[in-house]
Structure formats: C-alpha cells, structure tokens
C-alpha cells in the first residue's frame, strides 16, 4: 500500500534532489544545512547544523574539526529539535552510508521516535536508482519515480557504448587531499563506466586513506581532485593549498565540483558520469 506523504523534511541534499525531481517540492517544509540544489528550495527552514564552522577550512583542518566532533559530541551535525517539531512532517528523510557527510539515521530516529523516516543508504549506482524508487513509493510518486530512473539507465547505457572498446587509461581519484583518500561506493563504479581504469578504490566499499608515496608508486596518467562536499570553487583552492604535493602526480589533472556530480547519491551522479567520460577521453 502506498502512503503520499504531504509534508516532508530532507536531513540529505541528494534526497532533496530527488524529492525536487520527482516534482515534490511543494511537499518540501525543510531541508538541512548543506541543501543548495536546485536554488529555488533556498528559503525553506534548515534544520541541520555543523557543530563547528567549516566554512573556509582546508581538509585537513576539517578532518581535525570532525574528528574532534566525533570525540566530545559523538556526532558531527545538530538537529533543530524544535524546530523540525513544530513542522509536523510525515516523512524525514535521511541516510545510513557515513556520519561525517550528513545527519546520520541512528540520530534522527533517535531524536523523532513515531515519525516515519526513510533511509537512503546506497552504495552503487543500482541503488541509488533503487533509492529514487523508494522515496516515489514513499510520496506516492510511483510514475515519476519510474521516469526518472528510466532517464538515468537511458544515459547511463549511452556513456557504456561511448567508451566501450576505447583505451583505458589509469585513473587516481581523490576524494580527500590531507590526509588523502581514495574513493568507494559508486565513484569507483561512474570512473569504470566513464572509460577509466581506477589504480585505487573499490566499489560498494568506504572510501580509504592512502600515504603520498604510496599514490605516486601508482603511476596515474589522469589524477581527478574530487574532495567529497566541495564545490569547484573550493575544489580550486584545496588544489592551490596542496599544488607542492599534486605536482608530478599525472600529466593530466582535472578539477570537479564533487558537491553536485559525484558525492551525492541522487539524479545528478549521471550528469557527473557524462562530465567524467569526456574529461578522461579530453586529452
């Protein structure tokens, strides 16, 4: 049985798109600190809040903040109790793949007991798709859920016969610079379908921690600077602050807006692999 839902609060920007795509805004009350797609949901209440201010922060500044965040609160985010409340929704939705990149499930259920919440907790693009399914379910939105992930495997088919066949050249990815990480769940999976050939991360997996020496013993020829929630204004100036480390990495480097294309698990991870697949083939 399918339950509409009419008022709902998204704790997740990629569950704010998703909502949005499905043509739900309307049902939209509140999103959290971090939804900035698309603009015109920029006036709806915020109900989330880093602990500590982030903003400006190189990366390893804010790995320092989330740690120590970790260590006295337990957790990195608040939510506005209060205020979500007060906002009487049916449905919260939120996410169970990483405490550092969004409010965690295990605290919202914790803080909202009797309210129903939907938890996107994908890993690969099938359950991002899988993802959009459920919050159609859960909205009623059956159709246009359907639609929209037709859409998605429709382009997604199109990149697959574009690079298919084609040279495969090494790609490193990092979705962090200090410490650097390598990246996991579907980012591995979009450089795969994209024509590259990942030297490090794993699909369906956490991103992971690798030392400089050990990524210049990989011997990239394209390095993508991808630290996960920057947009490409900050991407720019996080490869600014650590150029001296990039340097001699790969004879091609390419910046990306990870906030909007790669590390959200929602619609627009396609337009990312589309972005990708002609940056690796560019050159």
């Known amino acids: 049985m399918l339950v509409s839902s009419s ?30 797609y698309p603009e015109r949901i920029a006036n709806r209440p915020r109900l989330t809040r880093p602990r500590t201010s982030l903003e400006g922060l190189s990366s390893g500044e804010i790995d320092a903040a989330v ?38 499930e295990k605290q919202v259920i914790a803080s909202f007991e009797g309210t129903k919440v939907l938890t996107l907790d994908a890993h690969d693009l099938a359950a991002i798709l899988s993802s959009i399914r459920d919050v159609g379910c859960a909205t009623g939105a059956v ?46 999976e979009v450089i795969d379908l994209a024509g590259g050939e990942l030297v490090a991360g794993i699909t369906r997996r956490p991103s992971y921690r690798m030392e400089w020496s050990q990524l210049r013993e990989l011997e990239p020829e394209i390095v993508l600077i991808m630290p996960c929630g920057f947009n490409l204004d900050e991407t720019r100036r996080e490869a600014e602050r650590y150029a001296d480390l990039l340097r001699g990495l790969a004879a091609q480097v390419h910046l990306l807006d990870a906030s909007a294309y790669f590390s959200r698990s929602g619609p627009r991870v396609v337009d990312g692999l589309e972005m990708l697949a002609s940056a690796i083939f560019s050159g």
């Open 7 to 36: 008022r709902i609060v998204s704790l997740l920007p990629s569950a704010t798109e998703i909502v949005c795509a499905l043509g739900l805004e309307d049902r939209l009350v509140g999103i959290s600190h971090s939804c900035d």
């Open 67 to 104: 740690r120590a965040a970790l260590r006295d609160y337990g957790s990195v985010y608040e939510i506005d109790i209060d205020g979500l409340t007060a906002l009487e929704p049916d449905l919260i939705l939120t996410q169970g793949i990483c405490d550092v990149c969004a409010v965690p």
């Open 143 to 188: 159709e246009q859920a359907e639609d929209c992930v037709a859409d998605m495997q429709r382009r997604i088919e199109a990149v697959r016969a574009r690079t298919a066949g084609r040279p495969r050249p090494r790609v490193l990815a990092l979705e962090w610079l200090d410490p650097p990480y390598v990246p996991g769940h579907w980012v591995p």
